[in-house]
């Protein structure tokens, strides 16, 4: 498998971010990365940056989304939309470098959240 960086989904999550609403994304630390060669069934994925080494390296959270080229690339403008609009909801509000399940006990449900990203975006359109 091999990487490359990806500036077009940093253009494309920056509109999705603006769009939107999403104020709790710091897209300074975000990072976009294009994958070939996978055998994933991913069309993309989102890496969290653990506590622990941001404690052991003395750096802030940060995030990579990555999209898996074979998959990711052949989607229509829109479906890639809310594919970047999906792994950012994966990040929390406090923006900790944790990621968030789909599915959380007690807690709003992962698709609601998604369905209220996509709907701010079209009232902002």
Do not use: C
Request: net charge positive.
């Amino acid at each position: 498998m091999k990487f490359a960086e990806a500036s077009d989904i940093l253009t494309l999550t920056r509109r999705v971010i603006n769009e939107s609403q999403i104020t709790w994304v710091n897209f300074e630390d975000l990072f976009f990365m294009r994958s070939t060669g996978s055998s994933s069934r991913a069309i993309a994925r989102i890496w969290g940056f653990p506590k622990v080494w941001q404690l052991a390296l003395q750096i802030g959270p940060k995030y990579i989304i990555e999209v898996v080229s074979e998959k990711f690339d052949r989607l229509s403008d829109e479906k890639k939309y809310e594919v970047i609009a999906h792994e950012l909801n994966h990040i929390p509000r406090n923006f900790s470098g944790a990621l968030l399940p789909h599915t959380r006990r007690g807690k709003s449900n992962f698709k609601d959240r998604l369905k209220q990203i996509l709907a701010s975006r079209a009232q902002g359109l």
